[in-house]
């Protein structure tokens, strides 16, 4: 097992939320990830479709995992979500971070969440700070 896969395991280890949210993850390696998870009836809105807040936690999660892959603890700094499309009870999303510009002390990350036809239901952008400390593995 690669460094990559022990820092996402260690880090979905202590992740209450993505756990709670059922995440799967599909893919990782350093400056990507891909995650899946199927929208329950409690996450969602008043309106009966899912809070926005569920779509941008599934990317959030994926922006971390992606960005912590090299071995630099990294946090968000900014995010940014838009909503194009609704999404339903028993919709399979799909969380795909890549980066799109790595420093020494910033990444950029695109992470567009699709559901299972291949609609997009959230278009997220990510920066992280990557500070100076390593992760323990």
């Known amino acids: 097992m690669g460094q990559t896969h022990k820092i996402?395991?260690?880090?979905?280890e202590t992740d209450a939320f993505s756990q709670w949210l059922g995440i799967e993850v599909i893919e990782s390696k350093e400056g990507y990830c891909?995650?899946?998870?199927?929208?329950r009836p409690e996450m969602c809105?008043?309106?009966?479709?899912?809070?926005?807040?569920?779509?941008?936690?599934?990317?959030?999660?994926?922006?971390?995992?992606?960005?912590?892959?090299?071995g630099r603890l990294s946090v968000a700094l900014e995010c940014s979500i838009s909503y194009p499309n609704p999404v339903n009870v028993g919709d399979t999303?799909?969380?795909?971070?890549?980066?799109?510009?790595l420093s020494n002390k910033i990444?950029?990350?695109?992470?567009?969440?699709?559901n299972q036809n291949g609609a997009l239901v959230g278009a997220?952008?990510?920066?992280?700070?990557?500070?100076?400390?390593?992760?323990?593995?």
């Open 107 to 114: 990444g950029i990350y695109n992470i567009p969440v699709t």
């Open 34 to 39: 891909q995650l899946k998870m199927t929208v």
């Open 45 to 70: 809105n008043g309106f009966g479709i899912i809070h926005g807040g569920v779509t941008f936690s599934l990317a959030d999660s994926a922006l971390a995992f992606a960005s912590n892959a090299y």
């Open 93 to 101: 999303l799909f969380a795909e971070a890549t980066e799109v510009n």
């Open 8 to 12: 996402v395991d260690k880090m979905m």
């Open 124 to 137: 997220f952008k990510g920066t992280v700070y990557r500070t100076g400390k390593e992760w323990e593995i």
